[in-house]
């Protein structure tokens, strides 16, 4: 099995702006966001779709993005909208092949400027990687409200 990344970031083996934690999800930033505050809701437990974790952990999992997304806006992002994303297999754009929620917070007529960005994302390719400490920034604020 190739090595997962969100695997790694789960047991520490991979560095990440890290929002919240449990036993079994971490809540980061998406090091590659589409939108200023990008961040993601992961399981520890490797799985690659939805229907693999069980209806408890899938609960929980959308709880937490929810809590996410009050997190981010009270910040004062995503204030008129937030995308909830969750790409469910391959044929759905999903790239990394373990199960992650993207919370995307959006501004009025952002899509312009969100296109190449989404393009790199459906590619694999995901362009250019945000600064470490902007990323732990955000975070931290987050972090607070979570």
């Given at each position: 099995?190739?090595?997962?990344?969100f695997c790694d970031i789960g047991?520490?083996?991979?560095?990440?702006?890290?929002?919240?934690?449990?036993?079994?999800?971490?809540?980061?930033?998406?090091?590659?966001?589409?939108?200023?505050?990008?961040?993601?809701?992961?399981?520890?437990?490797?799985?690659?779709?939805?229907?693999?974790?069980?209806?408890?952990?899938?609960?929980?999992?959308?709880?937490?993005?929810?809590?996410?997304?009050?997190?981010?806006?009270?910040?004062?992002?995503?204030?008129?909208?937030?995308?909830?994303?969750?790409?469910?297999?391959?044929?759905?754009?999903?790239?990394?092949?373990?199960?992650?929620?993207?919370?995307?917070?959006?501004?009025?007529r952002d899509l312009l400027s969100t296109l190449p960005r989404?393009?790199?994302?459906?590619?694999?390719?995901?362009?250019?990687?945000?600064?470490?400490?902007?990323?732990?920034?955000?975070?931290?604020?987050?972090?607070?409200?979570?």
């Amino acid at each position: 099995m190739k090595p997962c990344i969100f695997c790694d970031i789960g047991a520490k083996r991979e560095v990440a702006s890290t929002i919240y934690e449990d036993d079994d999800f971490v809540v980061i930033m998406d090091v590659y966001p589409l939108s200023e505050g990008h961040c993601m809701v992961i399981p520890k437990q490797h799985v690659q779709r939805l229907g693999e974790l069980n209806q408890a952990m899938q609960q929980r999992l959308f709880e937490l993005g929810a809590r996410a997304m009050q997190a981010v806006q009270a910040c004062g992002l995503g204030q008129q909208g937030i995308n909830v994303l969750l790409n469910d297999g391959p044929a759905a754009n999903q790239t990394v092949p373990h199960l992650h929620l993207h919370i995307i917070p959006r501004k009025p007529r952002d899509l312009l400027s969100t296109l190449p960005r989404l393009a790199l994302h459906v590619t694999g390719l995901f362009g250019i990687k945000t600064s470490r400490n902007k990323l732990n920034a955000l975070a931290q604020s987050f972090s607070q409200h979570f």
